[in-house]
């Protein structure tokens, strides 16, 4: 099975600040790489997939990076609605894996 | 607009089964292969299992901590997608959200909002 493993596990911003949140898997798992966020009582929402592609709707602030085996999910100029926990998953192999999660919290 | 909305979520003891459902609208239930994932309480995502569609074989995949426990079925016509619960365990208590994609599962486009099962 494929690991992921997320960092840091919880980190806080500012308003405005730029904040990277870094995603290792296991073994390469090329470009099946995707982000999700989520909020307190909430459902996770897709972000990014495929590693760097912005899905529908989501701002520009967010972008994504990486290929193989290290990927990084990047939001520039953070916003109050930005506090929120991200997780990475891997669309490569079954069973699919989730990484642990970052929490980004308001300095 | 894509709407799935979970329900069967309950408390039931150590042991006990039960089955959740998920009722899929506003896309071609039957061309896309739907998933299972949970989320135990304050902890992280965690992936269940998958049916793809019958046009794609219905296969069905499992994560290990749920296989020969669970199982997840479709009911086409019914544009339903159900997850069977035997032989619970404490370690079983989360939300359970039903999820899919654009087609198949590379990346999870759309999200229930989760029903809970408490095993105590």
């Known amino acids: 099975d494929i690991q992921m493993t997320q960092s840091p596990s919880s980190v806080s911003a500012s308003v405005g600040d730029t904040v990277t949140i870094t995603c290792r898997a296991s073994?390469?798992?090329?470009?099946?790489l995707n982000w999700y966020q989520q909020k307190v009582g909430k459902a996770p929402k897709l972000l990014i997939y495929?590693?760097?592609s912005l899905e529908s709707g989501v701002p520009s602030r967010f972008s994504g990076s990486g290929s193989g085996t290290d990927f990084t999910l990047t939001i520039r100029n953070l916003q109050p609605e930005d506090f929120a926990s991200y997780y990475c998953?891997?669309?490569?192999?079954?069973?699919?894996?989730f990484g642990q999660g970052t929490k980004l919290e308001i300095k | 607009e894509v709407q799935l909305v979970e329900s069967g979520g309950a408390l039931i003891k150590p042991g006990g089964s039960l089955r959740l459902s998920c009722a899929v609208s506003?896309?071609?239930?039957?061309?896309?292969?739907m998933t299972w994932v949970r989320q135990a309480p304050g902890k992280g995502l965690e992936w269940v299992g998958r049916?793809?569609?019958?046009?794609?074989?219905?296969?069905?995949e499992y994560g290990a901590p749920v296989k020969g426990r669970f199982t997840i079925s479709r009911d086409d016509p019914e544009n339903t997608l159900y997850l069977q619960m035997n032989s619970l365990k404490t370690e079983d208590t989360a939300v359970y959200f039903c999820?899919?994609?654009?087609?198949?599962?590379?990346?999870?486009?759309?999200w229930g909002q989760g029903t809970l099962v408490t095993v105590s």
């Open positions: 506003g896309l071609t239930f039957s061309n896309v292969w």
């Open positions: 049916i793809k569609s019958n046009s794609d074989g219905g296969t069905i």
């Open positions: 073994q390469t798992i090329y470009s099946y």
């Open positions: 999820v899919t994609g654009s087609g198949y599962d590379y990346q999870y486009d759309f």
């Open positions: 495929a590693a760097s």
């Open positions: 998953q891997q669309s490569f192999r079954i069973p699919r894996s």
